[in-house]
């Protein structure tokens, strides 16, 4: 059964950077995205990743996603961090052969890492 597993979050301040892992137990073909939660706030799809890249508009320009097949593993780089970028975020497998931001096309998601942003 697939497993996903993110890791790499952390307390950082305004302006600061991180880079997320997201770990799967098996290769998987399909697009990988990245979406994130806060308290209070709808579910926010941020990137994905398949044969092209795509990002909501909150995160161009500062996150890149990136995919390792050999590790198994996608990245999230994050640079140029706010205090709105305050959530967890998770990870999930695309049920569509392509890239989409639609929260309804992905199932298979981890638990999650937390990202807080704050002076």
């Known amino acids: 059964q697939l497993q996903l597993v993110e890791s790499g979050g952390a307390s950082v301040q305004p302006g600061g950077s991180l880079r997320l892992a997201c770990t799967a137990s098996m290769f998987i073909a399909n697009p990988i995205v990245w979406f994130r939660q806060a308290p209070g706030k709808e579910r926010e799809v941020i990137s994905c990743?398949?044969?092209?890249?795509h990002y909501a508009d909150s995160v161009k320009g500062r996150f890149t996603i990136s995919r390792d097949n050999a590790r198994r593993t996608v990245y999230l780089q994050m640079n140029g961090l706010k205090p709105d970028d305050t959530a967890r975020y998770h990870c999930a497998a695309s049920k569509l052969s392509l890239c989409s931001l639609d929260p309804g096309s992905f199932d298979h998601w981890g638990v999650g890492t937390q990202v807080t942003v704050s002076s």
């Open positions: 990743i398949g044969i092209t890249t």
